[in-house]
Structure formats: C-alpha cells, structure tokens
C-alpha cells in the first residue's frame, strides 16, 4: 500500500509557510522548517516495507491544484496531513478535497488536532481520523490495518485497537487511550537520511545557520515548564527522552559523508545542553570521530562554562537560548525557571568560550507591564547576544498560556484564522488592559531598531564580516534584504504583525 505524507499548501502566494516551527507563519527573516514530523513518519513506514511519497506543497510553493494533480497521480491507500492552528481550516478543506477525488483514509496530524481532536473532528465529516501527539507508530499500526482488511474496508473495531488515535464512529467521536511515547529513540531512522532520499535540503532556510543547512533531533520532550511552548505540552511530553550518543554521532558521520553539500546542522531538541554529561561525552566522541561539520542548538541559559567549552570544542557555533524577560517577576510568571542573574553569567561565560548566542525575548507573559517590557529591551542590550529576537507572546491550544488567556478574556479572537494575517505573518491575538496587542507589537518594533542600530552593534556586525566572509556574507545578505524590508519601513496600523526578523 502506498502513503502518501503531505505537507499541505498554505498562502503559497505570499511565500513558504513553515508550518512545523513553533509559532507557524511565513516568516519575515526567510526561515522555513523542514518537515521533521512527517519525515520521521515516512522514515518508520519506509522502513516497514510500505512505499511512501513525501510532497511538501510550501517548499515548492505548490498550489491545490498541483497537489491534487500530484496526488492523483500517486494514488495513496493512506494519506497523513500535517497541520497547525493558523492554517486548521485551509488543512481540512485539502482533507476533503482530496478524499473526494481519491477515496482514501485521510489522517490528521499535528500539534493543533492532539490539542482539540474532537473540534478538529467536527470541522468536517470527511476526515477519517487524527493521530494525537507522537505518531510514527500510530500511523504504521492503522497503515498495517488497513493493509490487511483490503485498505477501505478497515472497521471502527480495528480501530479501537489502535492507541493513539481518534476517530468518528456514526455521531460519536472516539478517543483510544495515548500512545507510550518512544523509549528507544536510537531505533528511528536518521532524518538525514530521509532528507535525503525525499527532499531538496536547499528548499530550508534558518536565518542563523550556515546555508544549506540540516535540522535533526537527539532527543524528544523538555523536563522544563515554560507556559507558553506548544510541544512539550501537547506532542512530546516534559520527560527528555535521548538517543544514544553513538547513534547520534553516527547521523553526523552520515551527513558529513553522505551530504558533503551540508555546511551545518541544527539540533532541534526543545533543550539540547540539559544534560552536562551527556553534551561532555557528545564532545568527546565528535572529537574521537575526526568530525568537522559545524552545528548549532537550542540551549537553556544557565549552563555552566566547563559545558561551553566542550560545545566549542566540538565545533558548535551558536546557541539559540530563551531569555525571555529581564525581569524575575515575569520570568517567574511564565514558570521558565531561570534567574536572571544566571543569564547574566552565562552570556558571559558562552562569550569567553567563543560561542555566538541568539537571543529569543516574549513579550506580553502574565505580569507584562510598560515597565518590564523596558527593562527585557535593556537586558538584551547589555547581554548583546549576536542575534536577537523580539517577539509578542503567541498561544496555541493545549498550553497553559492559552488557558490562561482564554480564561481571562484576553483573546481577540476564537477564530484560528487570526493567528495569522492575511499575507500568513503571525499576528498577536493576546490583549489586556493597559498592555494591548498593538502595544506589544510597537514595543517589538522599536526594539528591534534600537537593538540593531545600536552603532556598537552595527561596527560588531561589520567586524565579523570582515574576519568571517563566508561564514557571516551569505545569511547576513538574506538578512539584510528582510531587515531592510520590514524593519526599516514606517508604521502601518493596517498591516502590522507580530513577526521578527530574526529565526522564526
């Protein structure tokens, strides 16, 4: 049986959208996301023996009609289709279309449908079923089952059996229980490899890596609470489950030798250095392997410089950490669990250890006010990371901070259409007395100017140009262009929008 994994279009008019990064958008910095998910999917059912097609319809900015032509032409027994909050509707119109023209069992996937599975049901009574959370081996068990009952003809008793999974029986929607999550991590195929016999990896762009570049994961799931991240509370869970440290290295070597194109990877684990030993033993083998490509990962800010030192010896170039807030009270208020002070230290122990550092700043958490809003804006500019972002708080379903916005009337819509503009920007939907959503995206907008026109910064910025050319030219030319675009440009109460344009 055929499976076909698409990542559906969405706004392809307006640019590429990037509908597996955390906040989904068309991004003004130029940052598109490889389909990580539905590629570790395609991988498992591949390597079942099922043959698979992956299409994703933004990073050709494929219109319907092409993808319905495409899919035509494939005709799947099984079709998985990602998702996301902003683009929900424009997901389950594709559903239908496609189920009207080629009669297969159509599956939803994605952090908004293991959110609200019931809702996302009742959009429409064509999709067959949503598999919640993680769902490698929740599409692999329906895509056995349905195999084996002649593809159509699989029955709502079957599908009982299949954890993981909800589904419509007559007027009823049924929930079987969750899937366990993955244990063993190491027995997943290698994204790179899929990569690699699926996509064009110059397709993906992340403004502040190394062009063309790889997304991989080492682990899944956060031990961290942050209120506002959509996949440890809704996919992957808070336990920070990890591949071995040789099967990791062993996808480097892999990409490395079979990807010589590749000029860095990005670790996308939600927080790759919460385990000193395990980064001290990752350093240790990169070294003992002889590897040389360069990588970057996401990293709390409160590691220590003994841990530093390890990541710059085994050529990661920069870290992308979280700040936030520069005030303890908010920091505190979105339970991100990081002092201040620390932050402090760490900014500069990663700069006496040669790392760069791109900076994340939310704005708008619980106990946002005008005064802490200037107070993050002076931490970013006495942390002077390399790169910084400044970004309105966005809430997806299943997270404490949209309850806690939902519950205090603080949404401006309930429509899921509005998350996005209607170019496919993010839009800040959260507002409040004395702090509304137009104030967040001013004061972002203004940061980001007086962060970046600092003349300090402009002299830094030339200066690595000069020592790094090839390094710092390429990504700071696709910068630049977006920066000069959108940052430059005057207000416009009509089209303002809560994207940066910085990483995503």
């Not at 490889?34 to 079942?48: H, I, K, Q, R, S």
């Not at 990890?242 to 000029?263: C, D, G, H, T």
């Not at 979280?322 to 505190?332: A, I, N, R, Y």
Request: proline letters at 5%; hydrophobic letters at 40%.
């Amino acid at each position: 049986m055929k499976i076909l994994f698409l990542n559906p279009p969405f706004k392809s008019e307006h640019g590429r959208f990037s509908r597996e990064q955390r906040s989904p958008a068309i991004t003004k910095g130029g940052t598109f996301y490889y389909p990580m998910w539905l590629c570790y999917a395609a991988g498992v059912a591949e390597a079942d023996g099922f043959e698979v097609k992956i299409i994703d319809a933004p990073a050709k900015r494929l219109t319907r009609k092409e993808v319905l032509s495409e899919v035509k032409n494939y005709a799947p027994g099984l079709m998985v289709i990602d998702t996301s909050t902003p683009s929900i509707e424009n997901d389950v119109g594709i559903a239908e279309e496609l189920k009207a023209a080629i009669g297969a069992f159509v599956i939803l996937v994605g952090t908004h449908p293991s959110a609200l599975p019931a809702e996302t049901l009742g959009i429409s009574q064509t999709v067959d079923a949503i598999a919640r959370k993680e769902y490698e081996y929740t599409v692999l068990t329906l895509a056995r089952a349905l195999q084996d009952s002649g593809e159509g003809a699989i029955t709502p008793e079957l599908l009982r059996e299949i954890a993981g999974l909800s589904f419509r029986q007559g007027d009823k929607i049924i929930h079987n229980p969750d899937r366990a999550y993955i244990e063993n991590l190491d027995a997943l195929p290698f994204l790179a490899e899929i990569y690699h016999r699926h996509l064009d990896i110059r397709d993906y762009f992340y403004t502040m890596a190394q062009f063309p570049q790889v997304a991989i994961y080492s682990g899944r799931g956060c031990p961290f609470r942050c209120a506002y991240c959509v996949y440890p509370q809704v996919m992957h869970g808070h336990n920070y489950r990890q591949r071995s440290i040789p099967n990791l290295v062993a996808e480097f070597k892999y990409i490395e030798q079979q990807m010589p194109e590749v000029r860095e990877i990005f670790i996308e684990d939600d927080t790759f250095t919460v385990d000193k030993i395990r980064v001290l033993e990752f350093s240790r083998l990169y070294q003992d392997e002889n590897l040389s490509i360069s990588w970057i990962a996401n990293s709390r800010a409160d590691i220590d410089l003994e841990t530093l030192q390890a990541l710059k010896a085994c050529n990661c170039r920069i870290l992308c950490v979280g700040f936030e807030s520069g005030d303890q009270g908010v920091l505190d208020g979105m339970q991100k669990g990081l002092k201040v002070e620390k932050a402090r230290q760490f900014m500069k122990d990663a700069k006496k250890a040669g790392l760069l550092v791109h900076g994340c700043f939310i704005v708008g958490n619980k106990g946002e006010s005008r005064e802490t809003l200037e107070t993050t804006l002076q931490y970013a500019k006495e942390l002077c990371p390399d790169t910084a972002q400044f970004f309105p708080l966005m809430v997806y379903p299943g997270t404490k901070a949209y309850r806690w916005a939902q519950e205090n009337r603080f949404l401006l819509s309930n429509d899921f259409k509005d998350w996005n503009t209607p170019e496919g920007l993010h839009n800040c939907v959260v507002s409040r007395p004395g702090l509304s959503n137009e104030d967040l995206v001013d004061f972002c907008d203004r940061a980001r100017k007086e962060f970046y026109l600092r003349p300090s910064y402009i002299l830094y910025r030339l200066g690595r140009l000069c020592v790094h050319p090839l390094e710092d030219g390429p990504r700071m030319w696709i910068s630049l262009k977006q920066f000069l675009k959108f940052l430059l440009r005057g207000t416009d109460k009509k089209k303002r929008h809560a994207s940066g344009p910085a990483v995503n």
